[in-house]
């Protein structure tokens, strides 16, 4: 059912047009819609920024993409310092050994973790610099510090300390991972640059790998950062990883106790899988789902006749009829309500014609001897034809809404005139008494 909305507007004005109103599903899936759509375009720009530790171009000297670093190389070069480029910690190890050199580790995580160990007591002096260290690269720094802090994307930010390589760099945009811990001798650009000596060997981490990107470097003083920090020597041992090293661990034997035991109490079925465990196994397994069955039982329900109990609520007949009739209504159940009326006026007339009659067995309904009988009784006490009867009781049901109110008129026209008491009839009184038609109106 719809209704038909008006709007009213002053004598001679243009009618005010109503914008339609949006379906209820799009007023729902738009707002996710664009939240969907915001952080896919966030996850695109992030992934699309972060590089890729697995491509052999990325913090590469011989990179020349955006995540490359081949023009931090040419900036070294320019001021003299040798690259040498090496693809292992075992040989950036023996390319550092009895010489000062400076390490650059790109990919920290990806390491076996024996670099710094190797360096250690080894003569010359090292440096080693590792760019954004995580779980893995800071266990195996030597240094004692943990991610504190981790951004999206990295942040400008003052040097606020003073080491002469972030004095002459000035803001640089390394605050990305923010390191912390106790008795760190380095902490610059509030813990995006961090380090400490492990033995003779200094160790940085560095928190970004902006300053050291042919993209970022050119931003704000990420180039002098990143030049100062490997220009401490004339030498930079290049660590160019991009997967995981195995852990070189050296073989050791050991062996196993015997744990071989006796057959004393084993079982001797011939099936194997019952010898292989001892008897009490499934003894206590027997016992358990014997248990287990008297559980069953004894909290199964007994059997036995139904057991009245009182309604929760009582509802009174004509609200319980009231109700049924405005559901049949909803669902348009015509035939289904006419059907209904009807068997509940021939099981009134069946107790009329024989009160001591159960309504369950009338039998009247199918066709048959007994309801030829029934319609011949209802016919003479109404004095109305036997085909009036029969089709009122028991004939086809209508199709539609007009045909179904004619049909209950004449269904309880004729209860109402079977039902009324024996007595003289008039002739103003002969009204009620007429033959119901099928198909009449009330």
């Given at each position: 059912m719809t209704t038909a909305t008006t709007s009213v507007s002053a004598p001679g004005a243009a009618p005010v047009q109503r914008r339609p109103r949006l379906p209820r599903w799009a007023r729902f899936v738009i707002p996710l819609g664009v939240v969907a759509l915001f952080w896919v375009a966030t996850l695109g720009s992030y992934f699309y920024q972060e590089p890729n530790l697995s491509d052999p171009e990325t913090l590469s000297p011989l990179g020349t993409g955006r995540h490359g670093s081949s023009q931090l190389a040419e900036m070294l070069q320019a001021r003299g310092v040798t690259i040498e480029r090496v693809t292992s910690s075992k040989a950036a190890i023996e390319a550092a050994h009895n010489r000062d050199a400076t390490i650059l580790v790109p990919a920290p995580d990806l390491l076996n973790g024996t670099l710094v160990l190797g360096l250690l007591g080894d003569p010359g002096r090292h440096r080693v610099v590792l760019l954004e260290p995580r779980l893995l690269g800071l266990f195996t720094s030597g240094v004692p510090a943990q991610v504190v802090r981790t951004r999206w994307a990295p942040k400008a930010v003052e040097p606020d300390c003073s080491k002469p390589e972030a004095h002459r760099a000035g803001p640089a945009t390394v605050f990305r991972l923010r390191y912390g811990g106790s008795g760190l001798a380095i902490r610059c650009y509030q813990g995006g640059l961090v380090g400490d000596y492990v033995d003779d060997v200094e160790v940085l981490l560095v928190g970004s790998t902006n300053p050291f990107r042919n993209d970022r470097i050119g931003e704000l003083g990420n180039a002098t950062l990143a030049t100062e920090l490997l220009a401490r020597h004339d030498l930079v041992i290049w660590v160019d990883v991009h997967a995981r090293e195995r852990l070189d661990i050296p073989p050791f034997e050991f062996e196993l106790p015997d744990y071989a035991r006796g057959?004393?109490?084993?079982?001797?079925?011939?099936?194997?899988?019952?010898?292989?465990?001892?008897?009490?196994?499934?003894?206590?397994?027997?016992?358990?789902?014997?248990?287990?069955?008297?559980?069953?039982?004894?909290?199964?329900?007994?059997?036995?006749?139904?057991?009245?109990?009182?309604?929760?609520?009582?509802?009174?007949?004509?609200?319980?009829?009231?109700?049924?009739?405005?559901?049949?209504?909803?669902?348009?159940?015509?035939?289904?309500?006419?059907?209904?009326?009807?068997?509940?006026?021939?099981?009134?007339?069946?107790?009329?014609?024989?009160?001591?009659?159960?309504?369950?067995?009338?039998?009247?309904?199918?066709?048959?001897?007994?309801?030829?009988?029934?319609?011949?009784?209802?016919?003479?006490?109404?004095?109305?034809?036997?085909?009036?009867?029969?089709?009122?009781?028991?004939?086809?049901?209508?199709?539609?809404?007009?045909?179904?109110?004619?049909?209950?008129?004449?269904?309880?026209?004729?209860?109402?005139?079977?039902?009324?008491?024996?007595?003289?009839?008039?002739?103003?009184?002969?009204a009620p008494n007429r033959p119901p038609e099928p198909g009449g109106s009330p």
């Amino acid at each position: 059912m719809t209704t038909a909305t008006t709007s009213v507007s002053a004598p001679g004005a243009a009618p005010v047009q109503r914008r339609p109103r949006l379906p209820r599903w799009a007023r729902f899936v738009i707002p996710l819609g664009v939240v969907a759509l915001f952080w896919v375009a966030t996850l695109g720009s992030y992934f699309y920024q972060e590089p890729n530790l697995s491509d052999p171009e990325t913090l590469s000297p011989l990179g020349t993409g955006r995540h490359g670093s081949s023009q931090l190389a040419e900036m070294l070069q320019a001021r003299g310092v040798t690259i040498e480029r090496v693809t292992s910690s075992k040989a950036a190890i023996e390319a550092a050994h009895n010489r000062d050199a400076t390490i650059l580790v790109p990919a920290p995580d990806l390491l076996n973790g024996t670099l710094v160990l190797g360096l250690l007591g080894d003569p010359g002096r090292h440096r080693v610099v590792l760019l954004e260290p995580r779980l893995l690269g800071l266990f195996t720094s030597g240094v004692p510090a943990q991610v504190v802090r981790t951004r999206w994307a990295p942040k400008a930010v003052e040097p606020d300390c003073s080491k002469p390589e972030a004095h002459r760099a000035g803001p640089a945009t390394v605050f990305r991972l923010r390191y912390g811990g106790s008795g760190l001798a380095i902490r610059c650009y509030q813990g995006g640059l961090v380090g400490d000596y492990v033995d003779d060997v200094e160790v940085l981490l560095v928190g970004s790998t902006n300053p050291f990107r042919n993209d970022r470097i050119g931003e704000l003083g990420n180039a002098t950062l990143a030049t100062e920090l490997l220009a401490r020597h004339d030498l930079v041992i290049w660590v160019d990883v991009h997967a995981r090293e195995r852990l070189d661990i050296p073989p050791f034997e050991f062996e196993l106790p015997d744990y071989a035991r006796g057959e004393l109490d084993r079982t001797n079925t011939g099936y194997e899988i019952v010898d292989a465990f001892p008897v009490q196994l499934w003894v206590t397994i027997a016992v358990l789902l014997v248990a287990g069955v008297l559980l069953a039982v004894a909290k199964a329900r007994r059997l036995g006749p139904p057991v009245p109990e009182p309604l929760p609520v009582v509802v009174p007949a004509a609200e319980t009829v009231t109700g049924r009739g405005r559901l049949y209504r909803r669902i348009r159940a015509n035939q289904a309500s006419l059907a209904t009326l009807r068997a509940s006026a021939v099981a009134r007339l069946a107790r009329t014609v024989d009160p001591f009659a159960r309504a369950p067995d009338h039998g009247l309904d199918v066709p048959g001897p007994r309801r030829d009988a029934f319609v011949r009784t209802i016919a003479a006490r109404a004095r109305v034809p036997e085909p009036v009867v029969a089709t009122v009781l028991f004939g086809p049901l209508p199709a539609d809404d007009a045909g179904m109110v004619a049909a209950v008129a004449d269904l309880d026209r004729l209860v109402a005139t079977v039902l009324q008491p024996p007595g003289p009839r008039s002739d103003s009184s002969s009204a009620p008494n007429r033959p119901p038609e099928p198909g009449g109106s009330p």
